[in-house]
């Protein structure tokens, strides 16, 4: 049976994933309505669990109050799907493909000439096709670990389609499609998911959790 989240969790934990977000984001991110979003928000706001950040990168945030009842939900969102196991396999699977994906970004900022790295010009349009071609290929392994992950854990669901949404704009030639921080690139997206399983199995970051 998939679990189903309580849509207050969904809304506090997109903010911890990224830190401060608009609502159009956080509604990207969990699947659930903006308005319903918006809404949440602002009881939110009301209650002091968050605050809104104004300036040239603005968004909500959480407060001491709200970090602390996003740590229950989850808690309690975790026990009650009783899917354990399934987190740790499909985080297993993800970590699969980490290196996979660090080295493609990796060879997308440098390009061998003459056997020597250099930076990437962007001048050799055959080099950036096959590139992203690696990550059009690399798409279908990702969304299958989040996919099966989904059908126990139906919070996760959203990043099958935020991910194809990135790798499919950089195949179209969206250079900021890939890696661009806060640019809803590839990279930002994986960046949440990987830390997203981390929160969720209560996991501090080591060296065999990659970047």
Same mark, same amino acid.
């Given at each position: 049976?998939?679990?189903?989240?309580?849509?207050?969790?969904? &809304?506090?934990?997109?903010?911890?994933?990224?830190?401060?977000?608009?609502?159009?984001?956080?509604?990207?991110?969990?699947?659930?309505?903006?308005?319903?979003?918006?809404?949440?928000?602002?009881?939110?706001?009301?209650?002091?669990?968050?605050?809104?950040?104004?300036?040239?990168?603005?968004?909500?945030?959480?407060?001491?109050?709200?970090?602390?009842?996003?740590?229950?939900?989850?808690?309690?969102? &975790?026990?009650?799907?009783?899917?354990?196991?399934?987190?740790?396999?499909?985080?297993?699977?993800?970590?699969?493909?980490?290196?996979?994906?660090?080295?493609?970004?990796?060879?997308?900022?440098?390009?061998?000439?003459?056997?020597?790295?250099?930076?990437?010009?962007?001048?050799?349009?055959?080099?950036?096709?096959? &590139?992203?071609?690696?990550?059009?290929?690399?798409?279908?392994? &990702?969304?299958?670990?989040?996919?099966?992950?989904?059908?126990?854990?139906?919070?996760?669901?959203?990043?099958?389609?935020?991910?194809?949404?990135?790798?499919?704009?950089?195949?179209?030639?969206?250079?900021?499609?890939?890696?661009?921080?806060?640019?809803?690139?590839?990279?930002?997206?994986?960046?949440?998911?990987?830390?997203?399983?981390?929160?969720?199995?209560?996991?501090?970051?080591?060296?065999?959790?990659?970047?």
């Amino acid at each position: 049976m998939t679990h189903h989240s309580d849509p207050d969790l969904l &809304v506090l934990h997109a903010l911890r994933l990224k830190g401060f977000a608009e609502p159009p984001a956080v509604a990207e991110a969990t699947g659930l309505a903006e308005g319903d979003v918006s809404e949440r928000l602002v009881t939110f706001q009301q209650q002091e669990l968050v605050k809104r950040r104004e300036g040239k990168v603005s968004g909500f945030l959480l407060l001491a109050g709200g970090k602390e009842r996003h740590a229950a939900l989850l808690a309690e969102d &975790v026990a009650t799907a009783a899917c354990g196991a399934d987190i740790e396999a499909a985080y297993a699977a993800f970590l699969a493909h980490n290196e996979t994906f660090k080295q493609l970004c990796a060879d997308w900022q440098l390009r061998p000439v003459d056997g020597t790295p250099v930076p990437n010009d962007h001048t050799d349009a055959a080099y950036d096709a096959a &590139v992203a071609g690696r990550l059009t290929a690399l798409q279908p392994d &990702v969304a299958a670990v989040v996919d099966g992950l989904a059908a126990v854990m139906a919070r996760f669901g959203p990043y099958t389609g935020r991910l194809a949404d990135a790798a499919a704009r950089f195949a179209e030639g969206d250079p900021h499609a890939l890696a661009r921080p806060l640019a809803r690139s590839y990279h930002d997206v994986w960046m949440e998911l990987h830390e997203d399983f981390l929160v969720t199995l209560r996991r501090e970051r080591d060296a065999a959790d990659g970047y």
